[in-house]
């Protein structure tokens, strides 16, 4: 094959890992990136934590630029030059630049468009004080406004990017209030982490309006106001909009390239729709990997390795791997916590139609005897009949990533819960425990999946409270600590010796056991079950039904006068 | 199945795992733990942190008692009981007890018995400043020597517990000498991983003696003086034993139990040869998952979960599932480095007879942009046929034990090097990079296979600088730092415009390339190969060269005049 012209149009992530990945496939390519801003191969990911003030040099902003990918990698990297058509039978691209239009001829083209935030049609959204927080000059706007003395700020959207945002602004000194229209913060986030995660907001004095819509921004005393749908006001310096994103695919729509809501359809080698045209990036659909909904998946990962793999499906057409499924592992550091997830939650899973079971764990992180043993949080969600891994989420102080990782693995290479009984992880005392989080995951899995453990949820209080009797087997001192009303407390370590007390608290009623975690009352479950009780443990124990209660917390789990 | 009365030799890791579990299935099981020590279910793992004093209270390292356990989980727990014998046809035990000696009979018997430290044979080793650091005795005598004025210590073997005791006596402010027999300190470690882990034990005071035997301990001013081979004298008030273990199965061995070179030969379900009888952890022979070699692995995290997969297949034999043959995944923490390892080293793949080719990388934990950005220092190998996995090691400051994990994961479930490509980790800045360290292997290993990129190696310096030119592609003040005399010089940003300089230089020789850490050197490769020159590029560049030579680095690599 002759060395082809290979065109890109966007030059961050995808659209710049395919030009560098074809350069040195082809030394002889002629390879032009068209970036509609001013800048290429920046770290967008970065944005925050440059407003934030932790990284303090915006240079470290730009990871790369036209001058230093021109001589290492002989790239045509042209700024400020925005592709307006596209005539796919001519093989060629109309390009607004700063000189004004021209048509460039292409023998490959390559769409990383990337994606648009999201306006949300609401008067005063205009303001010049709405930003988002996408690009670079973004990113030196917030910052000039946060050292021009902004005192208040608000976040429209508390999805990662708002988070960040929120985060960044409170360490600057800032008032921040974040708002979000979904019933809590990180909607992907499975409600009972996304309540560890608003308290931590809290904590660094954050103010987070869950599950209300702004309504209007209006300028109030020589700055905005924030009009919120319960009426109230939240006056701002600043305004951050990240209330989503949208593949950014009107040009080539309309050119011909099929989409799906927007999203630029691909097959398994990138390739559109039109001959000679791939895609890569925010603006592509994919198919999740374990629902099957095909939908744009907008994370800096999997755009940089599929613009290797689009390359190799271009200059390597007989040996390119397919692109992989993404199962849209996501992290964010949220103060002292980070939130990851890997995978389906139960919205995406219901979607579909996938039944599933639910484990909650709370392991250490290290060994419980070594100093700074914190619990993680995790939420895994399984097949019921083969214990497939469908989606597992963490939330922790630490090691929350190492587990995610892991388990991210586990699902790429289609194994199986108890597959991770048997996981060989590294294990000293600093860095884990014999029996590793994971490991455990797979152990209350397979007890789940053989009926040696069977669960009950906190979702199910009510129904519970109104049919079972509900045995707490915690300590004394753990249960003066607040406990369910009603509950019959007695240790899991007196249990076996008072099984005729709970035969008559029962007096025919089901048993539904709770702890602190889950570990003593699946012990007791067991106990309990050998003893001819219909039995059931909490899953997570009290820690997850206070994350599940969340605000009502405090009405349902009582301490005694 | 009538419930069994189970007798398990051993309470700690395998043994008592398996004690727990069988509870969990069986309630009415009698269950009876003969422990030969004081304590069951101690903290083995942590007892160099005791001596250390970061883990300051000595009941922390008590995790369950006899008391505990009978309380939680019904277990008859007996201390200072010691096995002698064993009768398999009458299926009795011979138990030595404070009370005088008694036999004990079994439906199902587990035998885990553990290792024993080795005590090589020179005279002075049975000095009382001689001790091994494996038992909560170990650990309080060791800490009272320390709080007791000791000034001076040796540790004889720098393996993982040796390491760790090193560290802790030097952190409690003791001038500590380890005395290692083999060429380098933690010998599964690849030399190239070692040379950084002995630097760092450098630095924290600690004088480390490789490749050198102890010969004799003598007393000497009221201590003692451990002897080397070299003629030097080491004066020590302590000496920590940790030479390795050995299984500790003597009196099952004499009882008829099969074994090789002492450890107890089991099947899947760790059946021993003979009838009703099980054995799990330290004391057993697995199969190891690359090599195949049969050989005991003494590790926590395998025990432990062996132990709960006998209490299945002895309880439920018709679903309990294979014990997995162990990776061998370890870590260690040094310093401010940890070390990790998983799957086969070098010597072990020699010794199997298996081809391999190995990568060597330098990546970064989590974006450069971020602030605390760090190299991790890999070691991958992988077949030179197919891109099977067959061993990884890393080093470095942060973020080392979730890729090791990671890798453990893919090895786990047979994943070939190019599969670590599509891995969908979770990024964020403070996290990893958008192009994982572990994704950056599978690129490697992918290019490696497809023979887009080709390596040399360290090792090949000498006859590198005899047959080829050598081409450094380093930036001038990167090459100010140290250089390889000889070597021509050409930044790769230049290296297009400059090709005719090193066609000149080569006169017909091959190239071999090399940059700081293979990236660099890797584009120009390309470059070279497609321009029609004979090329490869240097596997970890000049870091891992530097590695590798050690102390002899500062000959090789010279500073310009």
């Given at each position: 094959?002759?060395?082809?012209?290979?065109?890109?149009?966007?030059?961050?992530?995808?659209?710049?890992?395919?030009?560098?990945?074809?350069?040195?496939?082809?030394?002889?390519?002629?390879?032009?990136?068209?970036?509609?801003?001013?800048?290429?191969?920046?770290?967008?990911?970065?944005?925050?934590?440059?407003?934030?003030?932790?990284?303090?040099?915006?240079?470290?902003?730009?990871?790369?630029?036209?001058?230093?990918?021109?001589?290492?990698?002989?790239?045509?990297?042209?700024?400020?030059?925005?592709?307006?058509?596209?005539?796919?039978?001519?093989?060629?691209?109309?390009?607004?630049?700063?000189?004004?239009?021209?048509?460039?001829?292409?023998?490959?083209?390559?769409?990383?468009?990337?994606?648009?935030?999201?306006?949300?049609?609401?008067?005063?959204?205009?303001?010049?004080?709405?930003?988002?927080?996408?690009?670079?000059?973004?990113?030196?706007?917030?910052?000039?406004?946060?050292?021009?003395?902004?005192?208040?700020?608000?976040?429209?959207?508390?999805?990662?990017?708002?988070?960040?945002?929120?985060?960044?602004?409170?360490?600057?000194?800032?008032?921040?209030?974040?708002?979000?229209?979904?019933?809590?913060?990180?909607?992907?986030?499975?409600?009972?982490?996304?309540?560890?995660?608003?308290?931590?907001?809290?904590?660094?004095?954050?103010?987070?309006?869950?599950?209300?819509?702004?309504?209007?921004?209006?300028?109030?005393?020589?700055?905005?106001?924030?009009?919120?749908?319960?009426?109230?006001?939240?006056?701002?310096?600043?305004?951050?909009?990240?209330?989503?994103?949208?593949?950014?695919?009107?040009?080539?729509?309309?050119?011909?390239?099929?989409?799906?809501?927007?999203?630029?359809?691909?097959?398994?080698?990138?390739?559109?729709?039109?001959?000679?045209?791939?895609?890569?990036?925010?603006?592509?659909?994919?198919?999740?990997?374990?629902?099957?909904?095909?939908?744009?998946?907008?994370?800096?990962?999997?755009?940089?390795?599929?613009?290797?793999?689009?390359?190799?499906?271009?200059?390597?057409?007989?040996?390119?791997?397919?692109?992989?499924?993404?199962?849209?592992?996501?992290?964010?550091?949220?103060?002292?916590?980070?939130?990851?997830?890997?995978?389906?939650?139960?919205?995406?899973?219901?979607?579909?139609?996938?039944?599933?079971?639910?484990?909650?764990?709370?392991?250490?992180?290290?060994?419980?005897?070594?100093?700074?043993?914190?619990?993680?949080?995790?939420v895994v969600h399984i097949s019921p009949t083969d214990g497939r891994l469908l989606g597992a989420q963490a939330v922790?102080?630490?090691?929350?990533?190492?587990?995610?990782?892991?388990?991210?693995?586990?699902?790429?290479?289609?194994?199986?819960?108890?597959?991770?009984?048997?996981?060989?992880?590294?294990?000293?005392?600093?860095?884990?425990?014999?029996?590793?989080?994971?490991?455990?995951?797979?152990?209350?899995?397979?007890?789940?999946?053989?009926?040696?453990?069977?669960?009950?949820?906190?979702?199910?209080?009510?129904?519970?409270?109104?049919?079972?009797?509900?045995?707490?087997?915690?300590?004394?001192?753990?249960?003066?600590?607040?406990?369910?009303?009603?509950?019959?407390?007695?240790?899991?370590?007196?249990?076996?010796?008072?099984?005729?007390?709970?035969?008559?608290?029962?007096?025919?009623?089901?048993?539904?056991?709770?702890?602190?975690?889950?570990?003593?009352?699946?012990?007791?479950?067991?106990?309990?079950?050998?003893?001819?009780?219909?039995?059931?443990?909490?899953?997570?124990?009290?820690l997850t039904l206070r994350a599940h209660l969340g605000e009502r917390a405090a009405d349902v789990i009582v301490v005694?006068?």
């Amino acid at each position: 094959m002759e060395s082809p012209k290979i065109v890109i149009v966007g030059g961050v992530a995808g659209g710049m890992s395919c030009a560098a990945r074809a350069r040195r496939l082809d030394e002889a390519a002629e390879i032009v990136v068209l970036e509609r801003g001013e800048h290429v191969s920046f770290a967008n990911c970065g944005l925050p934590y440059y407003v934030g003030g932790e990284i303090t040099d915006p240079g470290a902003l730009l990871v790369q630029t036209p001058t230093s990918l021109r001589a290492a990698l002989n790239l045509d990297v042209r700024t400020r030059h925005d592709v307006t058509g596209l005539d796919a039978d001519r093989k060629v691209v109309t390009v607004r630049t700063p000189d004004g239009e021209v048509e460039l001829a292409y023998d490959a083209l390559v769409l990383a468009p990337g994606a648009r935030a999201v306006v949300p049609p609401i008067p005063g959204i205009d303001s010049p004080r709405v930003r988002t927080l996408r690009t670079v000059d973004d990113a030196l706007a917030l910052r000039d406004g946060v050292e021009g003395g902004a005192r208040d700020a608000v976040v429209l959207g508390a999805g990662f990017i708002g988070l960040e945002a929120a985060e960044a602004l409170a360490h600057q000194g800032l008032n921040v209030t974040i708002v979000e229209l979904a019933p809590h913060v990180l909607p992907p986030l499975e409600s009972e982490l996304a309540t560890l995660v608003t308290a931590e907001l809290a904590a660094l004095g954050i103010d987070v309006r869950a599950g209300v819509a702004a309504t209007a921004i209006e300028p109030e005393g020589g700055r905005d106001a924030v009009v919120l749908a319960d009426g109230s006001r939240v006056p701002a310096d600043l305004i951050v909009l990240s209330v989503g994103v949208r593949p950014d695919t009107a040009v080539f729509e309309a050119a011909g390239v099929r989409t799906e809501r927007g999203a630029i359809l691909i097959d398994d080698h990138g390739r559109t729709s039109l001959p000679s045209v791939w895609a890569v990036g925010d603006a592509t659909a994919s198919v999740d990997a374990v629902t099957g909904a095909v939908r744009p998946v907008a994370l800096a990962g999997p755009a940089n390795r599929a613009g290797r793999l689009v390359a190799d499906a271009i200059l390597r057409p007989d040996s390119a791997r397919p692109l992989p499924s993404p199962l849209g592992t996501a992290i964010v550091r949220a103060g002292s916590l980070t939130a990851a997830l890997t995978g389906a939650n139960r919205a995406g899973l219901d979607a579909a139609g996938i039944d599933y079971v639910t484990l909650h764990l709370h392991p250490n992180q290290h060994a419980g005897y070594f100093p700074g043993a914190a619990q993680m949080h995790l939420v895994v969600h399984i097949s019921p009949t083969d214990g497939r891994l469908l989606g597992a989420q963490a939330v922790g102080t630490d090691g929350v990533d190492k587990r995610i990782d892991v388990l991210a693995t586990a699902m790429r290479a289609h194994l199986f819960v108890t597959d991770l009984i048997d996981l060989d992880l590294s294990y000293s005392p600093p860095y884990g425990q014999a029996k590793d989080a994971v490991n455990l995951v797979g152990m209350v899995g397979e007890n789940v999946l053989n009926q040696t453990l069977r669960l009950w949820y906190a979702d199910d209080l009510d129904a519970v409270r109104a049919e079972a009797l509900l045995l707490d087997v915690r300590g004394p001192a753990e249960v003066a600590t607040g406990a369910l009303p009603g509950a019959l407390a007695i240790p899991h370590t007196l249990l076996r010796e008072r099984l005729d007390e709970v035969r008559a608290a029962a007096a025919g009623r089901p048993v539904r056991v709770l702890c602190a975690s889950g570990v003593r009352s699946a012990i007791a479950h067991r106990i309990l079950v050998q003893a001819g009780f219909d039995s059931a443990s909490l899953s997570g124990g009290m820690l997850t039904l206070r994350a599940h209660l969340g605000e009502r917390a405090a009405d349902v789990i009582v301490v005694a006068a």
